[in-house]
Nanobody
C-alpha cells in the first residue's frame, strides 16, 4: 500500500489550498480515508475523515473552512482548505483504514496505512 500526498506549499493567511493523496495497493472504494496534521512541537491531530460510505467528519478547528472529498475513480482523497491561518501550518498526513468505525473515525490508531505527509506553511 502506498499513499502519496501532494499539493502542500507556502501560502498567505486567508488563502486557499487543496492537497491530494493518491492511494495504491488497496481497494480504495471500500477504504476510509483521513487527514491528520502535526505542527512543530505539537502532537499529531485529527483534521478530517471520509468513510468509504461517503460520510465526512471534521475537527472543530477546521469545520466550515476545510472540506474533504474523494474520487474513487482516481483512488484519490482531497482536502480543500480555505481561510487558512498561521495555526494551520503543519505537515499534513493522509491515512487509510479498512475497519474504521464511526466511534473511532478521529483516532489515528484506527488507520492502517500512512503517507509521508506534505508541508503546508501559512504566513501571516
Amino acid at each position: 500500500v502506498q499513499l502519496q500526498a501532494s499539493g502542500g506549499g507556502l501560502v498567505q493567511a486567508g488563502d486557499s489550498l487543496r492537497i491530494s493523496c493518491a492511494a495504491s495497493g488497496l481497494t480504495f472504494s471500500r477504504t476510509s480515508m483521513a487527514w491528520f496534521r502535526q505542527a512543530p512541537g505539537k502532537e499529531r491531530e485529527f483534521v478530517a475523515a471520509i468513510r468509504w460510505v461517503g460520510s465526512t467528519y471534521y475537527a472543530e478547528s477546521v469545520k466550515g473552512r476545510f472540506a474533504i472529498s474523494r474520487d474513487n475513480a482516481k483512488n484519490t482523497v482531497y482536502l480543500q482548505m480555505n481561510s487558512l491561518n498561521p495555526e494551520d501550518t503543519a505537515v499534513y498526513y493522509c491515512a487509510a483504514g479498512s475497519g474504521v468505525i464511526l466511534s473511532t473515525v478521529r483516532v489515528d490508531k484506527s488507520y492502517d496505512y500512512w503517507g509521508l505527509g506534505t508541508l503546508v506553511t501559512v504566513s501571516s
